[in-house]
């Protein structure tokens, strides 16, 4: 088993940023694709970003790409998601999620471990 706690979240401004931070524990964190989700009140969790075990290839989903950045420490057992420029509709409860195996998944089915989450709010 994989442990995730994501920390990080808070109240921003839009156009602000915030980093959000997960951390592993547990089994391995070799290997792992690791990703970032999101869920908005009254809608359906959805992906945010993805990155694979060497970090050599990512990908985002249209409504973030150019603002948000995933990126890992593996010796830290660390993944980040940078957000800039934010708008109101970013605000959701952000989730750490991480996958055995090499490829980029976008479907939450896909993943076995996951945090907590963490609440990003952006005020207008």
């Known amino acids: 088993q994989v442990q995730l706690v994501e920390s990080g979240g808070g109240l921003v401004q839009a156009g602000g940023s915030l980093r959000l931070s997960c951390q592993a524990s547990?089994?391995?964190?070799?290997?792992?694709?690791m990703g970032w989700f999101r869920q908005a009140p009254g809608k359906e969790r959805e992906f945010v970003a993805a990155l694979t075990w060497s970090s050599f290839t990512d990908n985002y989903a249209d409504s973030v790409k150019g603002r948000f950045t995933i990126s890992r420490d593996n010796a830290k057992n660390m993944v980040y998601l940078q957000m800039n420029s934010l708008k109101p509709e970013d605000t959701a409860v952000y989730y750490c999620?991480?996958?055995?195996?090499?490829?980029?998944?976008?479907?939450?089915?896909?993943?076995?471990?996951w945090g907590q989450g963490t609440q990003v709010t952006v005020s207008a």
């Open positions: 547990g089994r391995t964190f070799v290997g792992l694709a």
């Open positions: 999620a991480g996958r055995s195996g090499a490829r980029i998944l976008r479907s939450q089915r896909d993943y076995d471990y």
